[in-house]
């Protein structure tokens, strides 16, 4: 079992080349280096990753559950910020 | 029904791919019995990982060597079917896991010879150990930078740690000496042999021994036999557990 002092760090890996890092978990350890190797250890078991980041979870700043209606409800009746609106021409291909 | 152990008409090259193979398997087994049982559960993941890779190791030697033996014998046969005094792995390598500090200290000793020996033996004539080697290296490699960073941890963490750390250093030292011994002539050329290697891993053990606080134990007495077949006490009742099952059930498939 984890010790209560051990610092949580949340795990992000960059699976290809040319992609962004995404989040993939969490884990327990005493220091960063320690962190990046059960990183490596826990989440690239698979050949998921090319490149990863360990970021300590008390660095995140979160939005609070109880602001999720401030936060982001106004967005649902902005239906017009979607880009449907427009006919794409097939000359663009792939978008 | 009785299963019968083999014996290998050992060349001196099957000798030596049965002895890198036993080492590799044995260190593998021993990591394995951490499973259920790791003070954190990423370690667990990080030794049983390590236990894989050194157990695939033990798979390509033993495959190898089945290949270049001749007499229809699978990687299996060489694993469960071999009693004690055939195996040839280093002794260091059967010793129990002891605490966390002792399976560690196991680790930094055995990867910071086998890693510089696998970049050695990249460059054997012989293509498929090259390319064993060129495997297993990266995964040394990484062996070795996990058990350095955790016994610099130990060692430069509590008292009770450090304590640990110089304990199982001292209690291992004298197993060490064998990881040197020289290779078969008729091998000269073909492999790379361990006495060219004793410098670096020294160099190795004194950075991180440094920066762990820990003192690197003087030569004294040390034990051989283990390349010979003449194990300690521990080999015996980890291959009853290791070979158990085959032995008793033969041909048992999932």
């Keep these: 079992m984890a010790e209560p002092a051990t610092p949580l760090w949340e795990v992000f890996i960059r699976s290809r080349n040319g992609l962004a890092h995404r989040h993939a978990g969490s884990l327990h350890a005493p220091d960063a280096t320690l962190a990046l190797q059960a990183a490596r250890d826990l989440f690239t078991r698979r050949g998921e990753g090319l490149s990863l980041w360990v970021v300590p979870s008390s660095a995140i700043t979160a939005s609070d559950p109880a602001d999720q209606g401030m936060m982001f409800e106004p967005t649902g009746s902005k239906i017009y910020r979607h880009p449907t609106f427009y006919e794409i021409p097939d000359e663009v291909g792939h978008m | ?254």
Aim: glycine share 8%.
């Design chain 2, 1 to 254: 029904m009785a299963t019968t152990s083999i014996t290998v008409q050992a060349t001196p090259l099957l000798a030596y791919l049965l002895k890198r193979a036993d080492d590799a398997l044995i260190l593998g087994h021993r990591l394995s019995e951490w499973c259920g049982a790791a003070p954190l559960m990423e370690e667990e993941m990080a030794l049983a990982n390590m236990g894989l890779d050194l157990i695939g190791q033990a798979r390509a030697l033993y495959g190898y060597a089945a290949e270049r033996e001749g007499a229809g014998r699978t990687e299996d046969d060489y694993a469960y079917r071999r009693d004690e005094r055939a195996f040839g792995n280093l002794l260091l390598l059967e010793q129990p896991n002891g605490d966390f500090a002792q399976t560690m200290v196991r680790q930094l000793l055995y990867s910071a010879f086998i890693d510089p020996y696998w970049r050695a033996l990249m460059t054997s004539p012989d293509a498929t150990l090259a390319a064993i080697a060129a495997k297993s290296e990266k995964e040394s490699a990484y062996h070795l930078r996990h058990a350095s960073e955790w016994v610099i941890r130990l060692g430069d963490g509590t008292a009770e740690s450090h304590r640990r750390a110089q304990a199982a250093l001292e209690r291992l030292w004298p197993y060490t000496g064998e990881l040197f011994a020289p290779e078969d002539e008729a091998l000269v050329g073909l492999v790379a042999n361990p006495p060219t290697l004793r410098a670096a891993w020294r160099e190795t053990l004194s950075r991180v021994l440094a920066q762990a606080t820990l003192t690197m134990p003087t030569d004294g007495w040390m034990q051989s036999g283990g390349r010979a077949g003449a194990h300690s006490e521990h080999l015996g009742h980890l291959l009853a557990e290791l070979q158990y099952l085959p032995r008793t059930y033969p041909g048992a498939v999932w």
